[in-house]
Every structure is written in structure tokens, then in C-alpha cells.
């Protein structure tokens, strides 16, 4: 199956790249090369509206790997 992302809604896109994110700051703390609290500093910088799904996300990864 083939997926072009740049066909996507802008909203869809955005939702991908924190996903990214998240992701990435859940694969950061299982390497041992961030805290908890660092990830959680970032994911309080952001606008409300995002911090919710990032936090959701990052704890859902965390649990995956």
C-alpha cells in the first residue's frame, strides 16, 4: 500500500508531525539521553491545544518500547 502524505489535509500533516515528536522524545528517554522532565518542559512550552495529544502520545510510545 502506498501512502502520499503530501495529499493529506494540513490539519492531518500537523497531527503526523507531533506524532513525530513524540515519538521521538519517548525513543530519547528509552536511550537514557533525556528525562522525563525535559520531555515534559517541551510538551508545557507548546499551546495548550497540542499539549494533550503530545502527552497522550509520548506516554503511549513509552509503553510500546
Given at each position: 500500500?502506498?501512502?502520499?502524505?503530501?495529499?493529506?489535509?494540513?490539519?492531518?500533516?500537523y497531527q503526523i508531525q507531533?506524532?513525530?515528536?513524540?515519538?521521538?522524545?519517548?525513543?530519547?528517554?528509552?536511550?537514557?539521553?533525556?528525562?522525563?522532565?525535559v520531555v515534559y518542559g517541551?510538551?508545557?512550552?507548546?499551546?495548550?491545544?497540542?499539549?494533550?495529544?503530545?502527552?497522550?502520545?509520548?506516554?503511549?510510545?513509552?509503553?510500546?518500547?
Amino acid at each position: 500500500m502506498n501512502y502520499n502524505l503530501c495529499l493529506l489535509p494540513r490539519n492531518e500533516k500537523y497531527q503526523i508531525q507531533l506524532d513525530y515528536e513524540a515519538s521521538y522524545w519517548a525513543y530519547q528517554i528509552k536511550k537514557g539521553k533525556t528525562s522525563r522532565d525535559v520531555v515534559y518542559g517541551n510538551i508545557l512550552a507548546r499551546p495548550s491545544s497540542e499539549q494533550d495529544y503530545l502527552k497522550q502520545q509520548f506516554e503511549q510510545y513509552l509503553t510500546v518500547m
